[in-house]
Nanobody, 121 residues
Framework: QVQLVESGGGLVQPGGSVTLSCAASGSLLRINVMGWYRQAPGKQRELVATITSGGITNYVDFVKGRFTISRDNAKNTMILQMNSLKPEDTAVYYC???????????????WGQGTQVTVSA
């Protein structure tokens, strides 16, 4: 079992910055990929960025150059640094972790409860 807790959301002006954190606990050794997703009002949840256990990152085009995903293994924390924020970035941001169990050959996905980011003047 993996537990994920997001923090750091809030209200920010356009052009501002917000740092989101995801604290992970439980069985962490089998986590292959972690990522950030977001869901805006009236829209489906969408991928923002991912990072593998080896530190390889991937970003969707609309956040490249503005957002940075990273991991702090010592603190079991995943971070999303968001700069140059736009009103369209307003959404609930969710932390995700995926694990693979080689014995049972089963994959599991875990989600946090989300943290609200509002970009508005």
């Amino acid at each position: 079992q993996v537990q994920l807790v997001e923090s750091g959301g809030g209200l920010v002006q356009p052009g501002g910055s917000v740092t989101l954190s995801c604290a992970a606990s439980g069985s962490l050794l089998r986590i292959n990929v972690m990522g950030w997703y977001r869901q805006a009002p009236g829209k489906q949840r969408e991928l923002v960025a991912t990072i593998t256990s080896g530190g390889i990152t991937n970003y969707v085009d609309f956040v490249k150059g503005r957002f940075t995903i990273s991991r702090d293994n010592a603190k079991n924390t995943m971070i999303l640094q968001m700069n140059s924020l736009k009103p369209e970035d307003t959404a609930v941001y969710y932390c995700n972790a995926r694990t693979f169990m080689p014995t049972s050959k089963r994959e599991y996905n875990y989600w946090g409860q989300g943290t609200q980011v509002t970009v508005s003047a």
